[in-house]
């Protein structure tokens, strides 16, 4: 961790100085052409600023400024900026909060990690679909250890993120957390958003899940313990 956080750094660096200097060059180029190929200069660059941005994340996670957040307008605002980026893909995203609970985390890295899964559900549906977001309460639980004492599970909030894609291969979910491993085709990106995701659920105390759903598509599931 410590050398991928290292070596992520060094090369974060040039590529965002390429990318600024790129980007001051097409401002001023008139040509069309020169001024397209600068333009592809930029967005590459800053393409793999956001690689290199999801790596370094995995070796060493912020620190969470934590607030006492309702997670029904914090996911409102989520979906509401999700379907801005969806609608030209032709693809809709629902939102279903059935909980006025709040909880105790960092709106913003939980909403970074929440923004993984549904990219990754707008991904899988290239013909378009719906990505439904749900949130629901999930009562506590009293379970029994091998000695015999009970231990009780707290009360937490369960968000959905659901797509109607074909689903993950066997293979797939068996390395869905693993960030040297990708699913993706070549030249698709370093496919890092889960493990990115999974990093920050569990900095809050929470559990990520991701399964195939009966009905086609998949689904991941965050559960977190209600402030």
Known sequence: YHF???LSHELNNPLANIATRAGVLAQAESHPQRRQLLDAIVHNAMRGCE???DLMLVARPPQLQRAVTAVAPWLGSVAQK???WAAPLDVQITCDVQTD????VDPVALGEALWALIRNAIEAMPDGGTVSLQAQFV???RT???LDSQVIVPQRV???VADQGTGLSAISLEHAFDPYYSGREAGRGLGLGLSRTQRIVDLHGGILTIANRPGGGCSA???LPIS
């Open 51 to 53: 690689m290199l941005g």
């Open 221 to 223: 599931k965050i559960l």
């Open 82 to 84: 999700a379907a801005a």
């Open 144 to 146: 029994v250890n091998s």
């Open 139 to 141: 009562e506590s639980a």
């Open 158 to 160: 369960c968000i959905e």
């Open 4 to 6: 991928a956080y290292g």
């Open 101 to 104: 609970c709040s909880i105790d």
